[in-house]
């Protein structure tokens, strides 16, 4: 944790939501050293704790008005034809934030998990990590959350793998990652965080960044929130510096045309381009973060695209019966809704046809 974080920053973190409800041990005792080592954080920690025991008071209220028998939409899709509404769940959560005047993003943590056969689950890595213990794995629906020594706090992403040095917090602060992660590095100018991936490497002092490195994907992205990170390319002596609210999308492929939201990118001669951050319309939120608040974001992107997004979020295997559906192109956001009722909510954009047979979806036009 690097100390800097805002008031409504914390109140978004879900390990602060934990540790205010008292509900995770692990999250409760690293908030708990947090105050300790940093005495001078404790007024606004016990501020964003009282904002946090009062929205929930709030919005529990409100839940209980509107606990009259109706069924509320089961799917919150946005920019869809035909979509006049966000939901009622929304519009309570807007009507709590606005009572306390903070941004609708103050309480998006109320929301249930994504729909998993496995729960999202805490791990500390203690002072030293094992031999058999420094490698981490998340399956298809599966998130964890994980404790470095240095107290460096990390979300994996489903389907993703991080490797932790044997050495980590000794001689280095190395990793290696496979897939996506949402990485708050604690500051040590001693000892630089380096986190190693497929074509670069990042190197930070204390930041907070998101890495997105699916072995099947086309492109990795690196999205910087705060602080400040270098990008080394491998075999190069290409480095990239990124500021806060920027991110580098890296093409795989080199010089393949790289495109994003439909739109042709104009690439670096190094194969890889520089954009600002994405942003949901709706309430600010980070789009390329918005996993971590187990949030499922679709901006733009064609079913093709989002293939392994729902792969991998449901853990499910997507066939397409013909290249045509695979093109159709969506914007939506869904929290708690499961595969079906995403798949209907998408239909409102589109017709196409599904077949769901236990893991295995069929998809035609």
Same mark, same amino acid.
């Given at each position: 944790m690097?100390? %800097?974080l805002?008031? +409504?920053?914390?109140?978004?973190?879900d390990?602060?939501?934990d540790?205010?409800f008292?509900?995770? *041990?692990?999250?409760v005792?690293?908030?708990?050293e947090? &105050?300790l /080592? $940093? =005495?001078?954080e404790k *007024?606004?920690i016990?501020?964003?704790?009282?904002l !946090?025991?009062g929205?929930?008071?709030? @919005?529990?209220?409100? +839940?209980?008005?509107q606990?009259?028998g109706k069924?509320m939409?089961?799917?919150?899709v946005?920019?869809?034809?035909?979509?006049?509404s966000t939901?009622?769940?929304?519009r309570?959560? /807007?009507r709590?934030?606005?009572?306390?005047? !903070?941004l609708l993003?103050g309480i998006?943590?109320?929301s249930s998990p994504?729909p998993?056969?496995k729960?999202v689950?805490? %791990?500390? #890595?203690?002072d030293?990590v094992p !031999?058999d213990? $420094? &490698?981490?794995?998340?399956g298809k629906?599966?998130k964890k959350? %994980?404790?470095l020594p240095?107290?460096t706090?990390l979300?994996?992403n489903?389907?993703?793998e991080?490797r932790?040095d044997?050495?980590?917090g000794? +001689?280095n602060?190395? #990793?290696y990652?496979t897939?996506?992660?949402?990485?708050d #590095?604690t500051h040590?100018? /001693?000892l =630089? @965080?380096i986190v190693?991936?497929?074509?670069?490497?990042i190197? !930070?002092?204390?930041?907070l @960044? $998101?890495?997105?490195?699916?072995p099947?994907?086309?492109?990795s992205?690196t999205s910087?929130?705060?602080?400040?990170?270098? %990008?080394?390319m491998?075999n190069?002596s290409r480095?990239i510096?990124?500021s =806060?609210?920027?991110k580098?999308?890296?093409?795989?492929?080199?010089d393949? =045309?790289m495109?994003?939201?439909?739109?042709?990118?104009?690439?670096?001669?190094?194969?890889? /381009?520089?954009?600002?951050?994405?942003?949901n319309?709706k309430?600010?939120?980070?789009i390329?973060?918005?996993?971590?608040?187990?949030r499922l974001? &679709?901006?733009?992107?064609s @079913?093709?695209?989002i293939?392994?997004?729902?792969e991998?979020?449901?853990?499910?295997?997507i066939k397409?019966?013909g290249?045509e559906?695979?093109?159709y192109?969506f914007?939506?956001?869904?929290e708690?809704?499961t &595969?079906?009722?995403?798949?209907?909510?998408?239909?409102y954009a589109?017709h196409?046809?599904?077949?769901i047979k236990e893991n +295995?979806?069929t998809?035609s036009?």
């Amino acid at each position: 944790m690097s100390g %800097i974080l805002s008031i +409504e920053e914390l109140v978004i973190d879900d390990s602060f939501a934990d540790y205010c409800f008292q509900k995770n *041990e692990t999250d409760v005792l690293f908030w708990e050293e947090y &105050i300790l /080592a $940093n =005495p001078g954080e404790k *007024e606004k920690i016990e501020e964003a704790k009282q904002l !946090v025991l009062g929205l929930a008071a709030m @919005f529990k209220k409100e +839940e209980e008005k509107q606990a009259d028998g109706k069924k509320m939409s089961p799917a919150k899709v946005i920019a869809l034809p035909g979509n006049r509404s966000t939901g009622t769940k929304r519009r309570l959560y /807007a009507r709590a934030a606005a009572a306390v005047a !903070v941004l609708l993003i103050g309480i998006k943590f109320f929301s249930s998990p994504v729909p998993s056969k496995k729960p999202v689950s805490a %791990i500390a #890595v203690k002072d030293q990590v094992p !031999v058999d213990a $420094n &490698i981490f794995t998340t399956g298809k629906g599966e998130k964890k959350v %994980i404790i470095l020594p240095d107290s460096t706090k990390l979300w994996l992403n489903a389907g993703s793998e991080l490797r932790v040095d044997k050495e980590f917090g000794k +001689e280095n602060r190395q #990793v290696y990652l496979t897939g996506e992660a949402l990485f708050d #590095v604690t500051h040590n100018k /001693a000892l =630089p @965080f380096i986190v190693h991936i497929d074509k670069y490497d990042i190197k !930070v002092l204390g930041t907070l @960044f $998101n890495v997105k490195a699916y072995p099947g994907d086309k492109q990795s992205e690196t999205s910087l929130i705060r602080g400040k990170v270098e %990008i080394q390319m491998t075999n190069s002596s290409r480095k990239i510096l990124l500021s =806060p609210n920027q991110k580098v999308i890296i093409n795989k492929n080199g010089d393949d =045309p790289m495109v994003k939201d439909g739109k042709r990118l104009l690439l670096h001669e190094a194969g890889f /381009a520089l954009l600002p951050l994405s942003y949901n319309e709706k309430d600010s939120a980070v789009i390329e973060t918005a996993w971590a608040q187990n949030r499922l974001e &679709i901006v733009n992107e064609s @079913f093709e695209e989002i293939k392994g997004k729902l792969e991998r979020w449901y853990n499910v295997k997507i066939k397409f019966t013909g290249s045509e559906v695979g093109k159709y192109t969506f914007s939506a956001t869904f929290e708690k809704e499961t &595969i079906s009722q995403v798949l209907k909510a998408l239909q409102y954009a589109y017709h196409f046809n599904y077949d769901i047979k236990e893991n +295995e979806i069929t998809i035609s036009k």
